[in-house]
């Protein structure tokens, strides 16, 4: 890197720490609720796509909360990123919907048949909770692995249709190697203060003393307090984790496009893109997604521990790690 392009890098610093503290403001309101948290998703999503575009040579366009790009009449220039947003949010959330659904209706038939059966002393099918349960909990490893590469895939391609072309995305799991089980890392460790905050309540005398005693009003005060807190760490968790999801899946591309999956991506843009380095073989590939699938595992256990200390039917479908980033 040249002088004078580090001297330039560092004069933009402070717009980008301002544009980036704007996002964050805006993303946190709106996944204060979840239907306006479907306009966060889809920022989130383009900005996927902005950076696949960006790793791969063309000019990243970051996009708008609510201005569209000029040269679409007055309507699409005051508009037309709040269209694309919404437009993005609910193909994405569509997406998302039908490849987690079936693990997460098992997870929360499991749960109502646990308690069920609990309180009709069924001690005869007591096991039918629980295998119920990590059935759907190994198929749910299996999809979280792939489902960053999903996103990404889905995010450049602006396509429903591209959420469920699985040989594309297992081959470019397999090529992301280690990055893969880095991506599974850093998600399970995200879900770690997502779950602290859905118990916070548990310990709210403990954090604000004499909550017992409040009034309605000032109990309702603390409870608008922790919805933010936890909006804006669920907004800025997904944040990060879809900006490396989408830099990983952007190298792992080009890597996938050669050998023997090179005829699955005949003809793509990421086929065109020099691959770095040569990804892992066929075995390495396998231990890699393995390791991922096993660090995914602790995803149910920390959701379930969540429910035990504050019930909420909705996080088994909705967690936002896998759904809307709406943290319920």
């Not at 709210?204 to 608008?224: C, K, L, R, W």
């Not at 040569?278 to 590939?285: E, F, K, L, M, Q």
């Not at 521990?305 to 759904?323: R, S, V």
């Amino acid at each position: 890197m040249s002088v004078a392009a580090a001297r330039g890098g560092v004069l933009r610093l402070p717009g980008r720490l301002v544009r980036l503290a704007s996002d964050l403001v805006v993303g946190t309101v709106l996944c204060l609720n979840p239907v306006t948290s479907i306009i966060a998703l889809g920022w989130l999503t383009r900005l996927m796509r902005a950076t696949v575009a960006g790793r791969w040579g063309d000019e990243p366009a970051r996009p708008g909360w609510i201005l569209g790009a000029r040269g679409g009449g007055w309507v699409g220039r005051a508009l037309g990123g709040l269209a694309e947003n919404i437009r993005a949010g609910v193909v994405t959330a569509l997406g998302l919907l039908v490849l987690t659904a079936p693990f997460t209706a098992a997870w929360l038939g499991a749960w109502w048949a646990g308690w069920e059966n609990s309180f009709n002393k069924g001690y005869e099918q007591a096991a039918v909770g629980p295998i119920v349960w990590l059935i759907a909990s190994i198929g749910a490893a299996y999809v979280l692995v792939h489902l960053p590469f999903a996103l990404a895939h889905a995010a450049y391609e602006r396509r429903f249709g591209a959420f469920f072309e699985l040989r594309r995305l297992r081959s470019v799991a397999a090529a992301a190697g280690w990055r893969a089980a880095w991506l599974s890392l850093l998600s399970v460790a995200a879900a770690v203060p997502l779950f602290g905050m859905q118990a916070l309540p548990v310990f709210v005398e403990g954090i604000v003393p004499g909550f017992a005693d409040m009034t309605a009003e000032e109990q309702a005060q603390v409870g608008s307090a922790f919805g933010l807190a936890a909006a804006a760490l669920s907004f800025t968790v997904l944040l990060f984790l879809r900006h490396r999801a989408a830099a990983i899946y952007a190298r792992a591309v080009p890597r996938a496009a050669t050998g023997r999956h090179a005829a699955l991506w005949a003809g793509h843009p990421g086929a065109a893109q020099g691959a770095s380095g040569a990804g892992p073989s066929r075995i390495g590939a396998m231990v890699w997604l393995g390791l991922a699938m096993a660090l995914w595992a602790a995803l149910p256990i920390l959701i379930v521990a969540g429910q035990f200390m504050n019930y909420d039917p909705l996080l088994w479908i909705t967690h936002p790690l896998y759904l809307l980033p709406w943290p319920g």
